[in-house]
């Protein structure tokens, strides 16, 4: 069984930096794309970065500029470095990994680190 394990959460106050990682464990081949989502209370989950295996990355519009997902393939680890948070961007933020496996590709999702961002 593979698991996604984020970490990094925390209370920053506006303006501050916060850093999240996205360990993947388990018996696997090999993790083709991934990404960070967020929701906020009230809200829909939403996109927040993805990267693919190669390094190809999108962000959503209200996160370019401040926030830089990369990975390290060979730890099998993703991170997400947020600078200039804002309080808007007051969430649980998630990881996601497409996961290749004996049995093809499975979707995962970690379990969850709050961000609070304070005005």
């Known amino acids: 069984q593979v698991q996604l394990v984020e970490s990094g959460g925390g209370l920053v106050q506006a303006g501050g930096s916060l850093r999240l990682s996205c360990a993947a464990s388990g018996i696997f081949f090999s993790i083709d794309d991934m990404g960070w989502y967020r929701q906020a209370p009230g809200k829909q989950r939403e996109v927040v970065a993805t990267?693919?295996?190669?390094?190809?990355?999108n962000y959503a519009d209200s996160v370019k500029g401040r926030f830089t997902i990369s990975r390290e393939n060979a730890k099998n680890t993703m991170y997400l470095q947020m600078n200039t948070l804002k309080p808007e961007d007051t969430a649980v933020y998630y990881c996601?990994?497409?996961?290749?496996?004996?049995?093809?590709?499975?979707?995962?999702w970690g379990q969850g680190t709050l961000v609070t961002v304070s005005s």
């Open positions: 990267i693919a295996r190669a390094g190809r990355t």
């Open positions: 996601n990994a497409q996961v290749r496996g004996a049995g093809g590709y499975v979707e995962r």
